[in-house]
């Protein structure tokens, strides 16, 4: 929680800047990213607030924090990126809409309509550029994990394989993995026509995230 703030104050007024997840920080003037960085180092010090191994290994998570993923870097030069995604014909069919109706609007530069195509639109241009600055910049230390591959039924082979990508334990992991349980909801975009207006962005993401 102690990051609300930041995602609150700063996310609108970087993505209508650029209209971009994967932003160039040259693009952003230097006192807002000033200002941003300094507030994510903020954060991170009340989060951490009390633990006696303060060198330890840590993390936040928070789904808004794809659309400042620049600006993370530079605060946090060392931090790996673990992207986590769901299956877009899904997140078109689910109820929670907050991310869209919070940022379409800075993002796109014009009102969010609520419809499935508008939701598709959102999930294929935050994903991809997302993965695009992830690949160009962070390397290694960028880490895609699909949902359905840690809650699905060979859910203990994908959790390991992912401990392993984070420098995790992977028999520790593997012995927790029944933690992540599947959900009635995973895969019901596959049973329908969904996202067939959203258009050929929306098929791009799919398939570059090896959604079938």
């Known amino acids: 929680m102690a990051f609300t703030s930041v995602l609150r104050a700063h996310i609108d007024g970087l993505i209508a800047t650029t209209r971009r997840l994967d932003y160039d920080v040259a693009q952003i003037d230097a006192a807002i990213s000033a200002a941003v960085v300094a507030d994510y180092r903020r954060a991170a010090e009340l989060h951490r607030e009390g633990r006696q191994q303060h060198s330890a290994r840590w993390g936040f998570k928070n789904p808004r924090n794809i659309f400042t993923l620049p600006l993370i870097d530079m ?6 990126f673990v992207h986590v995604l769901r299956d877009g014909r899904d997140m078109i069919l689910s109820h929670n809409r907050n991310q869209p109706e919070r940022h ?30 992830g690949t160009g910049r962070l390397g290694r230390r960028y880490i895609p994990a699909r949902i359905e591959d840690l809650c699905g039924p060979d859910r203990v082979a994908g959790v390991v394989a992912f401990a392993v990508s984070i420098g995790i334990d ?15 909801s995973f895969g019901r975009g596959t049973r329908t026509s969904v996202g067939e207006e959203v258009g050929e962005m929306f098929r791009a993401a799919l398939s570059t995230f090896d959604y079938r």
């Open 170 to 184: 992977p028999h520790i992991a593997a012995r927790h993995a029944e933690i992540f349980e599947p959900q009635n």
């Open 75 to 80: 605060a946090f030069p060392d931090a790996l």
């Open 104 to 133: 379409f609007e800075a993002l796109f530069g014009r009102p969010f309509d609520q419809t499935e195509a508008d939701v598709g639109r959102f999930w294929a241009k935050s994903n991809l550029e997302a993965r695009a600055f």
